[in-house]
């Protein structure tokens, strides 16, 4: 199914007023209000193919109704997130989760749309029917060198269906680690993983990039051989220039400063990017900004100032993805209000008043600075988000639009109630 502009211009109109009223308030003491809305017009969020379908517990698994049943609806039902918020111009896919067997075919579907492909994501932390060894215990971290090259080739393989929709990046997240002390050599698996991906890199195209993700545990629940971001750019720097350290927020132990590590991987030039979650305990893959919107507000801070320090551009220098998982919410609707959250948060950073910031830093002044960025983060900037929506041809509220025009009872029409996705 596919949104019509015209339906959602309506419903814009319906409630212009309203916004037109909030953003004149908010506008009101910005001086750099033009370079927020261009910035904000140009973010985007990549959405992950494993991400549309209703997530499950070991425990269950509690379908909604209407989830895409092949690749081509899950391209689909990112065509119909951007639509609304024209943000979410790309999709990641998860291989062997989604093959794409008929690659020109996808990428004109995608075109179509309106979106491209963003890093392809290799899968070594479950068997696949009719595959030879088991990564019961791992893979690129083995003793074993059966599985390790096994492993080593997926990857390759991953690498090949990325280059033929245009792809610029393989995302490795592994779940090696040991389940007890004991279990394993620390040093050998480290360096096991290392020869591993640097056969890997060698078959990388000359633009592409390798992005290494961290978590401390699960499923192994004693070491992750990849456990921190200290490992992750131990290995990106001995790998070489194409590869870095991706953070997803999820993997941090409770508590842990994790805008103090994107500040400083991106002084070292090594933020690959992001997977954008909401957790209250562990990777808990919630909705983005739904537990702890003040942290996300500082770490887009760190973003915004480190990236600016770099000359980066924000929009394109770094890798933006969410990876969450919804139990209890319409996928959909919880991917909108993720990329709206990450939005808030971003809008929130470029109008931290930076030059009141480092004076205050200068000068000690502990409560000024707190204070300039709690003005921030204590702003209203829904508006801003709105505005740049607006803009770019996407719905004010693209939460409403998609209840009002009955999205999902639609896709449950067309796709029926009893439909899977693939995923976790
Ligand atoms: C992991 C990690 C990876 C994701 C898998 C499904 O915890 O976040 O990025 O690919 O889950
Ligand atoms: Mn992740
Ligand atoms: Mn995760």
């Known amino acids: 199914m596919q949104v019509e502009k015209y339906k959602i211009e309506e419903l814009n109109h319906q409630e212009l007023a309203e916004h037109k009223r909030k953003l004149d308030f908010v506008s009101h003491n910005l001086p750099w209000l033009d370079d927020v809305m261009s910035k904000l017009q140009a973010f ?11 997530g499950g517990t070991r425990f269950g698994r509690f379908s909604g109704g209407g989830e895409p049943r092949s690749l081509e609806e899950k391209i689909e039902d990112v065509g119909v997130i951007n639509a609304l918020n024209k943000s979410s111009n790309s999709i990641s896919l998860h291989i062997p989760w989604d093959i794409p067997d008929n690659a020109p075919a996808i990428k004109a579907l995608a075109a179509q749309l309106g979106l491209h492909f963003d890093a392809v994501n290799s899968n070594t932390f479950q068997d696949q029917p009719n595959q030879k060894h088991s990564y019961k215990f791992g893979s690129l971290h083995l003793v074993d060198n059966a599985v390790r090259k096994q ?31 004991g279990q394993l050599n620390f040093r050998q698996a480290f360096q096991n993983t290392l020869e591993s991906l640097q056969e890997i890199y060698t078959t990388l195209p000359d633009d592409w990039k390798m992005w290494i993700e961290y978590k401390p545990f699960e499923p192994n629940f004693y070491s992750t051989t990849i456990g921190d971001w200290g490992q992750s750019l131990l290995l990106a720097n001995k790998l070489g220039a194409k590869a870095s350290t991706l953070v997803d927020l999820g993997h941090h132990l409770p508590n842990t400063n994790i805008e103090q590590i994107v500040s400083l991987l991106l002084m070292e030039g090594k933020l690959a990017g992001f997977h954008f979650n909401d957790s209250k305990y562990g990777d808990d893959d919630l909705t983005v900004g ?6 996300l507000f500082l770490i887009f801070n760190e973003l915004v100032e480190g990236m600016d320090a770099r000359g980066m551009t924000h929009a394109t220098d770094i890798g933006w993805m969410i990876d969450a998982s919804h139990n209890v919410k319409d996928p959909i609707e919880d991917l909108l209000q993720s990329v709206q959250a990450i939005k808030i948060a971003y809008a929130q950073a470029l109008i931290v008043d930076k030059s009141a910031l480092k004076s205050a830093q200068q000068n000690n002044d502990v409560t000024l ?18 505005q740049a929506s607006l803009l770019s041809g996407g719905a004010l509220s693209p939460v409403n639009a998609y209840r009002n025009l009955q999205v999902r009872e639609n896709l449950i029409k067309e796709r029926g109630l009893k439909t899977v996705a693939t995923g976790l």
């Open 44 to 54: 985007n969020v990549a959405i992950p193919s494993w991400a549309l379908g209703t």
């Open 290 to 295: 739904s537990i702890n919107p003040y942290q």
């Open 369 to 386: 600075a707190q204070e300039i960025l709690q003005q921030a983060y204590r702003t209203d900037v829904r508006p801003l988000v709105a």
């Open 151 to 181: 492993a080593i080739e997926h990857n390759i393989e991953v690498i090949k269906y990325g280059v033929q929709l245009d792809s610029k990046a393989l995302s490795v997240w592994l779940s090696d680690g040991s389940n007890f002390p």
